[in-house]
């Protein structure tokens, strides 16, 4: 059984830049698909990026596509989400998630049994 833990969320004007860090342990990590979440208040969890486990092939939600990227360090147990030109819109709790059956990196919460406990985005005007 694999555990998660991220890092790296915080406060930061829009426009600005983050980056998320999810430390995996307990697990074969290379073997796991990999993915980011996130849930704003009110709201349902949803698809943020996904990567398969080799780090070839990513996934991206429409509102982030060209501002967010997701990438793995299979040597460090490590994926990452890099977030640049944050909007107060991207303010949510964000949640690494891992996936053994479907390695490809899946857009579906369903598909992961694993997470983490979220870190906090915010983005302010």
């Known amino acids: 059984q694999v555990q998660l833990v991220e890092s790296g969320g915080g406060l930061v004007q829009a426009g600005g830049s983050l980056r998320l860090s999810c430390l995996a342990s307990g697990g074969t990590f290379s073997s796991y698909g990999m993915g980011w979440f996130r849930q704003a208040p009110g709201n349902e969890r949803a698809f943020v990026a996904a990567?398969?486990?080799?780090?070839?092939?990513?996934n991206y939600a429409n509102s982030v596509k060209g501002r967010f990227t997701i990438s793995r360090d299979n040597a460090k147990n490590t994926v990452l989400l890099e977030m640049n030109t944050l909007n107060p819109e991207d303010t949510a709790v964000y949640y690494c998630a891992a996936s053994s059956t479907r390695t490809y990196g899946s857009p579906r919460a369903a598909s992961y049994a694993y997470w983490g406990q979220g870190t906090q985005v915010t983005v302010s005007s």
């Open positions: 990567i398969d486990m080799t780090g070839g092939i990513t």
